[in-house]
């Protein structure tokens, strides 16, 4: 169940199902809903912005790494998913329960993570993608593989597809509501364990590391912001989170590399560095940002 | 002079039908291939598809958000090992960071413990490949 659920979480939970979803009586749902229309930007451009953010599973396991205990009730409430009407509210907490998911899995919880799962099935259904969403394949894969890579490799390649299907369909908006989603929610778990453990260095450095990711997401949303009334107020909402990371300082120096062979492979010696400073401070404004946008998002 | 023209017309139709098909670049099977040569201690992160369209397109780039103290690991496959097929890491002011590509040599995969972290560019570019077609896995590890 672990690498089931493991095998969802960098992608937001997308679905495991080789065969082609039957799309067909949802295209006149999404025809009707292609008010919103497409920004002045090429879908290519969206995508490419879209792959390069990292998955947020990457600081759950730094979570667990570093000894951090599981506390679930840093997570939404699984059972909120009644509250959630608009595609808006459906696709951005689609993404933080993808979040969620991915933090409840890591630290195996098993009866949460099933919770979160029956969360984003609903949700899923909600926003018509629930076709790409099966979960007998889930369980199929479940007690069939061991092998957890490949579980992820279908799922990457499940959410190329649905991301392609939004794109197709002039929705890419809830792609990018679904990342900025798993984005906030990773961030607001970081932020919460960092307020416990201020000494925590690595942790300091991950939420600091966090303005590239902003910038990126920050892109994402402005290309949509006139076009979708609902994504133009949150991006006025991540206004102040913006001007707090500004104020992280990210000193980045290049020194050439050193290659070397290694058993045949090619082992890099990264003689580059990041330096990040970001005063107490600037770190409680970032968490205290982050609540604030989570908890209007979430309610 | 009917059987000619059928012959004709078989041939006709099996060249336009098999010529794309040969032209295509399966990068899914490559990638496929390359999940199961990732080192152990990684875990999956992206696949990328290598698709230069017959040499047509001489370069593929991706772009990635890598994390200092994290230590990823990339690999490359082709149609008979690497076929040529060379990729490259740049920071985001496209400086050189890695390249499995170095003393005439094609590395399959290249380690990465990354110090730094930042936006990187990956780019697969070709030499001497007969396929210009390959699949490539990013795997990382604390």
Redesign the interface.
């Known amino acids: 169940m672990r690498k089931l659920i493991l095998g969802l979480l960098?992608f937001m939970f997308w679905a495991c199902s080789d065969k082609k979803p039957n799309t067909e009586n949802l295209d006149a749902e999404f025809e009707a809903q292609q008010e919103t229309s497409a920004p002045e930007v090429s879908q290519d451009v969206i995508e490419?912005i879209i792959?390069?953010?990292?998955?947020p599973l990457?600081i759950s396991?730094?979570l667990k790494?570093q000894g951090v205990k599981y506390n679930n009730e840093f997570l939404n409430d699984p059972k909120a998913t009644s509250n959630y009407n608009s595609d808006f509210q459906k696709a951005i907490n689609l993404g933080i329960y993808g979040t969620d998911l991915g933090y409840t899995n890591i630290y195996e919880q098993n009866q949460d993570a099933i919770y979160y799962l029956q969360s984003i099935q609903k949700l899923s259904e909600g926003l018509n993608i629930g076709q790409f969403f099966n979960f007998k394949e889930i369980k199929r894969l479940a007690t069939n593989s061991s092998n957890?890579?490949?579980l992820?490799?279908t799922t990457?390649?499940n959410f190329n597809s649905i991301n392609a299907y939004l794109q197709q369909k002039k929705r890419a908006n809830l792609s990018v509501l679904l990342l900025t989603g798993g984005w906030l929610e990773a961030l607001h778990i970081t932020t919460k364990v960092a307020e416990s453990d201020v000494s925590n260095q690595?942790l300091i450095?991950?939420i600091g590391?966090q303005k590239?990711?902003l910038d990126?997401v920050k892109l994402l949303l402005d290309f949509y912001k006139t076009s979708d009334p609902n994504i133009g107020q949150l991006r006025k909402d991540f206004e102040p989170l913006i001007e707090a990371f500004n104020q992280v300082e990210f000193i980045?120096?290049?020194h050439?590399?050193e290659?070397k062979?290694?058993d045949?492979?090619?082992?890099?010696?990264?003689?580059?560095?990041?330096e990040?400073k970001i005063t107490p401070e600037i770190l409680a404004k970032i968490g205290s940002e982050t609540q604030k946008i989570r908890a209007n998002v979430t309610k | 002079m009917k059987n000619l023209l059928f012959v004709f017309l078989f041939l006709a139709f099996g060249l336009v039908a098999v010529s794309p098909a040969q032209a295509q670049c399966n990068s899914d099977g490559f990638t496929d291939t390359c999940l199961g040569s990732l080192k152990d201690g990684f875990t999956f992160l992206k696949s990328f598809k290598i698709d230069g369209q017959g040499g047509a397109k001489q370069k593929v780039e991706y772009s990635y958000v890598f994390s200092k103290d994290t230590k990823y690991y990339i690999n490359v496959c082709g149609q008979n090992g690497v076929d040529g097929i060379i990729v490259t890491m740049y920071d985001s002011n496209r400086k050189l960071v890695a390249t499995n590509h170095a003393n005439g040599k094609f590395y399959p995969g290249i380690t990465y413990p990354c110090n730094a972290t930042g936006i990187y560019y990956i780019t697969f570019t070709f030499k001497d490949s007969e396929n210009y077609c390959g699949g490539s896995v990013l795997g990382f590890s604390r």
Do not use: A, H, W
């Open positions: 960098p490419g792959q390069q953010i990292p998955s990457e396991f730094l790494d957890l890579d490949s992820l490799l990457t390649k690595g450095d991950k590391e590239i990711i990126q980045y120096t290049y050439e590399p290659m062979e290694v045949g492979e090619m082992v890099i010696i990264d003689n580059s560095t990041t990040i």
